[in-house]
């Protein structure tokens, strides 16, 4: 079960914090990874972060923005948004993938939360 917190209302240029906790034993075989879905837009990778490798990912309109890092001790993923943008508007979800293989931690997510609502006004 994937649960998200944090996201709200916020002017462009500032910065929010979700948060996703994975409930379970072995988080630690899990990516992470954050998307978006924009009104009237398909939802999008935002960042991805392995689990069972040093490697992280972002969107090229997020990158030196947007920070993900997870923490094993208590099974939460975090993205700290910076310099928001008010494209940056919309539901963020959370979701997990299963790695069978060393770094697999693109691809297709399959355990989704239930989203947040992010809204950048200008």
């Known amino acids: 079960q994937l649960v998200e917190s944090g996201g709200g209302l916020v002017q462009a240029g500032g910065s929010l914090r979700v948060s996703c906790v994975l409930s379970?034993?072995?988080?630690?075989?899990?990516?992470i990874g954050w998307f978006r879905q924009a009104p009237g837009k398909e939802r999008e990778p935002v960042a991805r972060?392995?689990?069972?490798?040093?490697?992280?990912d972002y969107a090229a309109s997020v990158k030196g923005r947007f920070t993900i890092s997870r923490h094993n001790a208590n099974n939460t993923v975090i993205l700290e948004m910076n310099s928001l943008k008010p494209e940056d508007t919309g539901v963020y979800y959370c979701?997990?993938?299963?790695?069978?293989?060393?770094?697999?931690?693109?691809?297709?997510?399959?355990?989704w939360g239930q989203g947040t609502q992010v809204t950048v006004f200008s």
């Open positions: 379970g034993p072995t988080f630690n075989m899990y990516a």
């Open positions: 979701a997990a993938k299963r790695e069978f293989i060393y770094g697999d931690y693109l691809g297709n997510y399959n355990y």
């Open positions: 972060i392995s689990g069972s490798a040093p490697f992280t």
